[in-house]
């Protein structure tokens, strides 16, 4: 159900590196799953709407008041890389 | 007198609060205990001795000066290495959060530090709470205080596991499937899923929104009550909490169950239920007959669909709340390149493990171009049902009954199918995805292993399914018995 072009192209989607092997095994996996799961199609949800969350409630707004924050140094502590107070990362945009 | 590290927390609070004993000793045997049997065990990820032990002098203060005091002052806890602890690694069992240290505490840690309880740690789990043995967890496998050669369940198996084994008088874990309840069973405690919205979820890692509770361990009733009590409300913080009142846990666990309306789900009997469980908690369900509750059938229709539900709702939401692991904020981050994406899909390639790879795979798919209405659209709609099967067993029934797992803990190892080991929630998942509660307590054996008894209650019906536990203790000693170590 699941060949391996499909998960290459989710593994794209995800951004999730994957050896050759790993796609095989997932592969393989992800199949049965769904094969397990394939009974959800046979229940009758005509007229029923779908639950997205477990609460009852709307959404709770607190009031928007300004709250003491951290310092850039506190979030920035476990950052792999920075400079200046910034995160640091490789180039996004690259001159060809 | 007893072992201090097999005082029950109402037990040790009393005492504290008579000044027969100190929060130092107390916690001091917590600690000698973890030295002398997590070996064994590997239950933590993390001892935190200096912290614990300035807690408790902290705590001994207070008791010395009159101060005003709660049931968990001075009482040693674990937590789940899945809440945030301010400076202290919050691994959530992964290679991807190794060595991240929060720079603040959960809603949850607050409100244990201002009781005034101890921290005597960090327990193991399965990676980002996906799994049901500890088997996933990056680092180690815990092992059952009961049966070393078998899993603690899972995925707060360590929180469990500690507290089976007087490692930590009581616990906090996270339940999104059946990661309290699971262990707990297997194990031989008590583990309570809270209804969503009961407990602040702010500093929890986050796995699947619409399902991750908080809620505690113990080895009683009462005991869970107390660290409920000390957890449950709103939270500014997280718009999910509910303002619904917190009403005192311990004030109606009277014993008295006579005239409940218990009813046992006629679809909690599946194939594959090991015979032995079965045989035990139907003697659990005649014993709560015996006690004067009215037991009737029930029928939850749509239950057999759970397990499909959770599979695509948990990890299409997994593999949105995972997408903010990309090496660049903190945790895990591959450096060997300077290519953007390169560093991405590696970071992530490197810093998960296989069952988390298996749950974002299987979240992104369900929710792909082309698959989204097959798939996570009808699952969402199958989720209604489930809770429709809810709401009608409850104008009924004001408890239900079941096995809390199909199994007793089984052997490390044994259970290799992801898919087989995602039955083993089978009848834990459908609460998470109506959204209400749920209790396992220790409801015999099998074989010398622990039977979880499962009781399920409506929203926020906390204090009815703790007072059935409650009852049940009084009458039965499943929750007394420990492990040899």
Request: with cysteine.
């Amino acid at each position: 159900m699941i060949d391996r072009e499909t998960v290459i192209h989710v593994a794209k989607l995800a951004r999730l590196g994957m050896t050759e092997e790993d796609r095989e095994t997932f592969g393989k996996q992800l199949s049965v799953i769904l094969e397990n799961i394939a009974i959800l199609q046979e229940v009758d949800v005509s007229g029923v709407s779908p639950t997205a969350h477990a609460s009852r409630l709307s959404s709770i707004m607190r009031a928007d008041e300004s709250q003491p924050s951290y310092a850039p140094e506190a979030l920035l502590a476990n950052a792999p890389d920075q400079e200046d107070n910034c995160l640091k990362v490789n180039a996004v945009l690259e001159e060809s | 007198m007893t072992e201090l590290y097999k005082l029950s927390i109402q037990e040790a609070g009393a005492m504290l609060r008579a000044r027969q004993i100190s929060s130092v000793e107390l916690t001091r045997a917590h600690l000698d205990r973890i030295r002398a049997v997590d070996d064994k065990v590997k239950a933590f990820t993390l001892v935190t001795d200096d912290l614990a032990m300035r807690q408790a002098h902290e705590a001994d203060i207070h008791f010395a000066n009159g101060n005003t005091v709660t049931a968990l002052t001075g009482i040693p806890l674990a937590i789940k290495d899945v809440i945030c602890t301010k400076g202290i690694t919050t691994t959530c069992g992964s290679n991807m959060l190794k060595d991240f240290r929060p720079p603040f505490d959960a809603t949850v840690m607050q409100r244990l530090n201002a009781a005034g309880a101890v921290m005597l740690g960090k327990t193991n789990m399965d990676e980002f709470a996906m799994g049901s043995s500890t088997e996933h967890s990056a680092f180690f496998t815990t092992q059952n205080p009961w049966d070393l050669e078998r899993a603690p369940g899972g995925s707060s198996g360590g929180s469990a596991a500690a507290v089976a084994a007087g490692m930590a008088m009581g616990a906090l874990g996270s339940d999104t499937g059946g990661s309290i309840r699971q262990p707990a069973a297997l194990c031989n405690v008590v583990g309570l899923k809270t209804t969503y919205g009961r407990v602040s979820r702010y500093g929890l890692v986050a796995f699947a929104s619409s399902l991750d509770q908080i809620g505690p361990f113990a080895r009683s009733a009462r005991d869970a009550a107390l660290i409920l009590q000390a957890i449950a409300g709103p939270d500014a913080r997280d718009s999910t909490s509910s303002p619904q009142g917190v009403p005192d846990y311990g004030a109606n666990l009277n014993g008295d169950i006579k005239g409940l309306r218990i009813g046992v789900p006629e679809e909690y009997w599946v194939d594959g239920t090991q015979p032995g469980v079965e045989k035990a908690v139907r003697a659990d369900i005649e014993k709560l007959r015996e006690m004067g509750a009215e037991v009737g059938e029930v029928s939850l229709p749509h239950t057999k669909y759970g397990v499909p539900v959770y599979y695509i709702i948990a990890p299409a939401e997994a593999s949105a709340n995972l997408a903010r692991y990309d090496g660049v904020k903190y945790g895990y981050s591959y450096r060997d390149t300077n290519d953007m994406w390169e560093a991405l899909e590696k970071t992530r390639q490197y810093g998960f493990g296989q069952e988390v790879k298996r749950r974002i795979m299987l979240g992104t798919y369900a929710l792909s171009s082309g698959y989204y209405d097959a798939y996570y659209k009808q699952a969402e709609k199958v989720r209604s049902l489930i809770t429709e099967d809810f709401t009608r067993a409850f104008e009924k029934f004001d408890v239900l009954v079941s096995p809390a797992s199909p199994s007793v803990a089984f052997k490390l190892g044994e259970i290799s199918d992801p898919y087989e080991m995602y039955l083993q929630d089978v009848f834990t998942i459908p609460a998470n995805l109506a959204g209400t509660c749920g209790i396992s307590i220790p409801g015999g054996f099998s074989h010398g292993l622990p039977v979880g008894l499962q009781l399920l209650g409506n929203f926020f019906a906390e204090d009815t399914i703790l007072r059935v536990a409650d009852a049940f203790e009084r009458v039965t000693d499943y929750h007394t018995r420990w492990p040899e170590l």
